[in-house]
């Protein structure tokens, strides 16, 4: 019992004192941090830092782009993943399976396997340094995996609530919209949370693709701090602070879901 | 009810970008793998297996990174495999307290790979970094280390970083599955007097077994996509001995423009892929269990 507790214990700080330790060292100077990494910032809740950070770095469209690209490649993915899902879900013949089985293969294969031949594609396309090209790849990716959690909710409606619909004489797309949507949205804002913590984080394609800065996203950004600023911790969790504040305060809020989301993901990813 | 006609129309826009971002490159990676090119040049040559035999016998920073990434997996899967277990089982009742704790483990899962990257490079750093002053203040002067720079621990500092970061949501899937477990199993054990360690043998761990195939999987690949992470902490340094399958194809097709042997690369990281994926679930699906 004992052991257990201090198990979970040493666990625990092992996770507050990182996360401390970046907000405190946000908050100090280069010295203080120097002379003293573990002690408070000398000037208590300080925000130079951040003011600075904002004034010498285009911070603010760093985090434009990352929600412009986050957002659209989210509300796409959604979308066309809960198509295809709602089409193989009604096919019932060889075509429904091949198309799973080839959204399932793309599950398989990780993306970083396909980083050279894709920025092949991506630069044919003149899509480089282009929010439009990293939200087009962004989409394809993560397609394989919202399609697959989709699917496996899909196929639980009764068949009846289809037939019924039919009978009504409504379309397919009137079926989609207004039964299968509203009926599926626990999956889809699983899937969405899922899909929100991998594009707001990712850094491989920006990496690839961007090199212009009024395109970068903010996990590009602030690797590149790194060559500026070196070993200036106070400078780079300061960078840190408000990349992640979005996805923090969204956890905070939004916890249930968060955990639901990302592990469906896990499972199905 | 058959479906209408309509209903291919679905398919269409996500089935375009799929083959245009995913299905082509994966097709066209085993076409580039035969041929030299360089990836700015509209010319190339086919060069057979050239790039394969290169890759297989004469490449010796392939052939150490495909070790580091075999260490790198096997150091995640175990520890991050036992640590998500353990608190699982520890933290299984739905106690305010206990949630409130799952939730903190899950919590680093939710930053970037390159945030993770920063503050564990701070924590490794030789002269402020944490770790090391830790070590200080308790008297263990002896076992401080330049965790990211020392070419034999590198790899592994960086595998704890990993297990830091998925931890919690791995432990979130083993609660998930511990709580599927019929409560009478373990209530007719006590009766019939079995020990802790019985009881965990006999009924919790062969009912666990497809929660510990998922997280084991997910690990598994998780650990071969941790380009994010090791590209932000060291960029495959130093001299090579953090190099992973994917930071050495980054670093061969845009750090010296061999697009041609990338791809080749490619070709071989998935295949590795495919022989693990399949290994494990033959593993960890041959004792399947029932209630």
Known sequence: ?269 | MRASKNIYLFLVPGFILYSIFFLYPTVSAFFYSFTDWDGISSEFDFVGVDNYIRAATNDSIFAQAVGNNLSFMLFVVIFQTIFSLIFAIILIKNTKFNIFLRALFFFPTILSSVSVAFIWSFIYDPSMGLLNTFLGISGLEALQQNWLGNQNIAIYSLAFTQVWFHTGQMLIIFVAGLHAIPNDLYEVAKIEGASKWQTFKKITWPLLAPSATIVVAYTTIQSFKAFDLIFATTRGGPNHSTEIIATYIYEVAFRSYNFGYASSISVIFMVIIAIITYLQFKVLRSDKVSY
């Open chain 1, 1 to 269: 019992m004992i052991f257990r507790r201090f198990a979970v214990l040493i666990y625990a700080l092992l996770v507050i004192i990182p996360i401390t330790m970046v907000i405190l060292t946000s908050m100090k100077t280069m010295s203080e941090t120097f002379e003293n990494p573990l002690g408070l910032p000398g000037e208590g809740v300080n925000i130079a830092n951040y003011i600075d950070i904002f004034r010498s770095e285009t911070m603010l469209g760093y985090f434009i782009n990352s929600s412009v690209v986050t957002l659209a490649s989210v509300s796409f993915t959604l979308m066309f993943a809960a198509m295809i899902a709602f089409a193989i879900t009604r096919l019932t013949n060889w075509i429904g399976t091949i198309v799973f089985l080839l959204f399932t293969l793309g599950m398989m294969v990780p993306a970083q396997v396909n980083m050279v031949p894709l920025y092949n594609v991506v630069l044919q396309l003149g899509l480089t340094n282009s929010l439009l090209g990293l939200i087009l790849v962004n989409i394809s990716v993560t397609m394989p995996v919202a399609v697959f959690i989709l699917t496996g909710f899909m196929k639980t409606l009764p068949k009846e609530l289809f037939e019924a619909s039919t009978i009504d004489g409504a379309g397919e797309w009137k079926m989609f919209t207004s039964v299968v949507i509203p009926l599926s949205l626990p999956s889809l804002s699983a899937t969405a949370i899922f899909l929100f913590v991998m594009h707001w984080n990712d850094l491989l394609y920006p990496l690839l693709f961007i090199t212009d800065n009024n395109y970068k996203t903010l996990p590009l950004a602030l690797l590149e701090f790194q060559g500026q600023y070196a070993t200036n911790y106070p400078m780079l969790f300061t960078g840190v602070m408000i990349a992640s504040a979005p996805m923090v305060l969204a956890y905070i809020f939004l916890q249930r879901y968060f955990v639901a989301g990302m592990t469906a993901g896990a499972v199905k990813g």
